[in-house]
């Protein structure tokens, strides 16, 4: 069976209703000048490819509960997809990476352009207001291109509130992390650590990339009652084991497929389930690695090595696996409680679970 990322052409339709969408857009900014080229340049480069999995779970969602396959839906799918383009704009001023899909991010690249072309002012805080306005740009696309997606009126009416509750949730995740951040952990035990942790992973992202695309489109197609209770469970779920996959490979992924530099969470000082793990079993020793290196900006491979062997030696890794085992039986659990999905979208829906959780990127 064909990949759900990829069956019924999903993933090439969704580039093109994206690429379509920024020659619209680049025409309405077009009418205040060219001035505004650069801007809509880094969207357009940090939209072009990507697995398309927010996509995927709206598309699904939709086909699981008997809606047909059409442009209305891709085009409804692709809307995540610029949302997660905010997200990630946003993101990455707030943690001050680099890089993003092995590109500079969005503030660099502005920051670069601001550079050679002699403006005057500081090029960093160019490039910062840029990507702000960048994804607030982003934010206003998805509205757009949901609300004229194609779907039926009636189907677009009872999707809008759990559109409208993951945009506002996204951005209290989005908060907690930075207030997660800044409170500290010294006085809390590791059962308030993991717990706080994964409250920041369930708004941040478990819910807008998993459960929230998945309910949007399976509530549009009329799904409801117990089976819409048992999808989002599948999905809070998934994004929670999706999420930790990904914290896993912030610290140990190669970043010819994550697209990050090596070790990026521990220079940014990330509070995840991982360290949390990490802080309880690692000795003292250990403890006191992680209070000397996590969080520096200028962490360098033998810093990054040496809290890698740390978070191994604690056995944090292993228990994060087995958390992420644990999510995913649930996952399955969940979807197979479901009893009026269409075979496709079960099937599709039971693949994703393995695509969002792959151990290489």
Do not use: N
């Amino acid at each position: 069976m064909s990949s759900p990322l990829d069956a019924h052409d999903l993933r090439r339709r969704v580039q093109a209703v994206v690429d379509a969408e920024i020659r619209t857009q680049s025409a309405v900014l077009g009418e205040i000048g060219d001035d505004l080229t650069p801007l809509v340049s880094a969207v357009a480069a940090l939209l072009r490819g990507g697995k398309r999995l927010r996509a995927a779970f709206l598309y699904w969602g939709y086909r699981a509960g008997g809606g047909p396959d059409g442009e209305a839906v891709v085009r409804a799918a692709t809307a995540m997809e610029l949302f997660q383009a905010a997200a990630l704009l946003h993101d990455d001023v707030m943690d001050d990476s680099d890089t993003r899909r092995g590109l500079p991010a969005a503030h660099r690249r502005l920051a670069t352009e601001h550079t050679e072309q002699g403006w005057t002012g500081d090029g960093d805080r160019f490039g910062v207001a840029g990507a702000i306005l960048a994804g607030d740009l982003c934010l206003t696309w998805t509205d757009e291109l949901f609300a004229t997606s194609g779907l039926p009126a009636a189907e677009l009416d009872r999707a809008r509130p759990v559109f409208d509750r993951m945009r506002t949730q996204l951005m209290g995740g989005q908060f907690l992390d930075v207030l997660e951040s800044a409170r500290g952990w010294e006085s809390l035990t590791t059962a308030e650590r993991v717990e706080r942790a994964r409250r920041v992973i369930r708004y941040k992202s478990a819910k807008y990339t998993v459960e929230h695309p998945l309910l949007i489109g399976a509530t549009a197609a009329g799904v409801g009652g117990a089976d819409l209770a048992e999808l989002s469970a599948y999905g809070l779920a998934l994004g929670e084991a999706f999420q930790l996959r990904d914290d896993l490979l912030g610290v140990f992924g190669d970043p010819a497929q994550t697209g990050k530099p090596a070790g990026d969470d521990l220079r940014e000082g990330k509070r995840t389930v991982l360290i949390a793990e990490a802080l309880d079993t690692a000795g003292p020793a250990g403890v006191a690695a992680v209070d000397k290196l996590l969080g520096l900006a200028d962490l360098d491979e033998a810093g990054v090595e040496e809290l890698r062997a740390v978070i191994t030696g604690s056995g944090a890794l292993d228990r994060v696996e087995q958390r992420i085992s644990a999510l995913v039986t649930d996952a399955h659990a969940h979807l197979d409680a479901t009893t009026g999905l269409t075979p496709e979208g079960r099937q599709m829906l039971a693949t994703l679970v393995d695509v969002s959780t792959a151990r290489s990127a």
